[in-house]
T-cell receptor
Framework: RKEVEQDPGPFNVPEGATVAFNCTYS??????FFWYRQDCRKEPKLLMS???SGNEDGRFTAQLNRASQYISLLIRDSKLSDSATYLC?????????FGAGTRLTVKP | ETGVTQTPRHLVMGMTNKKSLKCEQH?????MYWYKQSAKKPLELMFV???????ENNSVPSRFSPECPNSSHLFLHLHTLQPEDSALYLC????????????FGQGTRLTVV
């Protein structure tokens, strides 16, 4: 079983659509959770942290379910500029593991 | 000045060459990481250094040799690589004591010929 698993994708959606990504993790000792965005041939960049209480940043909402060991990312009113690969990251004591990433393409 | 800087950005090397990748962070972090990203594969954690001590070696072949002389610098020494080692090598750093996010350098795109 992979340590961090994500939706296989790719997701192709029209502008304005709402899209959701899920990610499951196997290490119950995990303590930190993040979503990263990676553009083509660039390094991953932090999109947002994920907290147990859930958190929202504009059109982006992240949630954590510790009992079921999954995190989610919801993007509302998607823009062309949201096209990228989204990586979930799960950390335990400086050992941060990433999912394979889900490719999102937003089309006009 | 970017937080995490990697050099070189691109590297082509033969299988008998020896080269080194360099990473420098200006964020005051104490943990540094090497990741490998191959096409259509997840980021693979290779090595972790925490306060200059190697705390993780993720079953990486000995042809990859890390070095961390201080908390701000991290090297990856390469020798007798194979074509399948061609990938994007990413350095990252994080705070070290707290479970905070990792910040990445721009990566070195390595091609082994």
């Amino acid at each position: 079983r992979k340590e961090v698993e994500q939706d296989p994708g790719p997701f192709n959606v029209p502008e304005g659509a709402t899209v959701a990504f899920n990610c499951t993790y196997s290490n119950s000792a995990s303590q930190s959770f993040f979503w990263y965005r990676q553009d083509c041939r660039k390094e991953p960049k932090l999109l947002m942290s994920v907290y147990s209480s859930g958190n929202e940043d504009g059109r982006f909402t992240a949630q954590l379910n510790r009992a079921s060991q999954y995190i989610s990312l919801l993007i509302r009113d998607s823009k062309l500029s949201d096209s990228a690969t989204y990586l979930c990251a799960v950390g335990a004591y400086n050992d941060m593991r990433f999912g394979a990433g889900t490719r999102l393409t937003v089309k006009p | 000045e970017t937080g995490v800087t990697q050099t070189p950005r691109h590297l082509v090397m033969g299988m008998t060459n020896k080269k080194s990748l360099k990473c420098e962070q200006h964020l005051g972090h104490n943990a540094m990481y090497w990741y490998k990203q191959s096409a259509k594969k997840p980021l693979e954690l290779m090595f972790v250094y925490n306060f200059k001590e190697q705390t993780e070696n993720n079953s990486v072949p000995s042809r990859f040799s890390p070095e961390c002389p201080n908390s701000s610098h991290l090297f990856l020494h390469l020798h007798t690589l194979q074509p399948e080692d061609s990938a994007l090598y990413l350095c990252a750093s994080s705070h070290g004591r707290r479970n905070t996010e990792a910040f990445f350098g721009q990566g070195t795109r390595l091609t082994v010929v």
